[in-house]
T-cell receptor
Framework: GAVVSQHPSRVICKSGTSVKIECRSLDFQATTMFWYRQFPKQSLMLMATSNEGSKATYEQGVEKDKFLINHASLTLSTLTVTSAHPEDSSFYIC????????????????FGPGTRLTVL | GESVGLHLPTLSVQEGDNSIINCAYSNSASDYFIWYKQESGKGPQFIIDIRSNMDKRQGQRVTVLLNKTVKHLSLQIAATQPGDSAVYFCAETFAGGYNKLIFGAGTRLAVHP
């Protein structure tokens, strides 16, 4: 089956620093990757849609200058949390979709294992 | 165990019983629905999906029911096992939605021996 990895799995940083999270599709090419944020005991909230070779599309209320997304290849997308603050502490999850944007199919997205970010 | 209402946050069942997890979706244009299972500290895991042209779909020990009239989705797990303990999310998407998934609030399933 399709595998998506995230690195690191857990990161603790000081307030004001930047943190980069990588999302990789290991055995397929992902035309689209999605980034989600999940606070404790809450659902997944879509932050942005990342398409290879183009700018990410951010959901309403998500600051694009704070959450920098780069989808440099068909197997890698990165999320950089810039000038992180304690309120950015959360579980960040990526997913990868092998289909062309808008194409329908089953088993839509493959999710990574998540990255736990703690900002002190 | 019993389901109570459409927004049950926690469901406790005895091992071997059947579980029913409910979800109310928001967008009447949604035409594809997926159930995910999320264990603590992990990413969501695909369970089963259903398209809007169907009202029932069965998998191994799981069944998804879709009622478009009231925008309601349910997941039935037969002979619930301790390994089924997790949080379950429904997700919806629609044609023209660029494959974006909108997740429901989630229900925690606790299976007791």
């Amino acid at each position: 089956g399709a595998v998506v990895s995230q690195h690191p799995s857990r990161v603790i940083c000081k307030s004001g620093t930047s943190v980069k999270i990588e999302c990789r599709s290991l055995d397929f090419q992902a035309t689209t990757m999605f980034w989600y944020r999940q606070f404790p005991k809450q659902s997944l909230m879509l932050m942005a849609t990342s398409n290879e070779g183009s700018k990410a599309t951010y959901e309403q209320g998500v600051e694009k200058d704070k959450f920098l997304i780069n989808h440099a290849s068909l197997t890698l997308s990165t999320l950089t949390v810039t000038s992180a603050h304690p309120e950015d502490s959360s579980f960040y999850i990526c997913s990868a979709d092998s289909r062309a944007s808008g194409a329908r199919g089953t088993d839509t997205q493959y999710f990574g294992p998540g990255t736990r970010l703690t900002v002190l | 165990g019993e389901s109570v209402g459409l927004h049950l946050p926690t469901l406790s069942v005895q091992e071997g019983d059947n579980s029913i997890i409910n979800c109310a979706y928001s967008n009447s244009a949604s035409d594809y629905f997926i159930w995910y299972k999320q264990e603590s500290g992990k990413g969501p895991q695909f369970i089963i999906d259903i398209r809007s042209n169907m009202d029932k779909r069965q998998g191994q020990r799981v069944t998804v029911l879709l009622n478009k009239t009231v925008k309601h989705l349910s997941l039935q797990i037969a002979a619930t096992q301790p390994g089924d303990s997790a949080v379950y999310f429904c997700a919806e998407t629609f044609a023209g939605g660029y494959n974006k998934l909108i997740f429901g609030a989630g229900t925690r399933l606790a299976v007791h021996p």
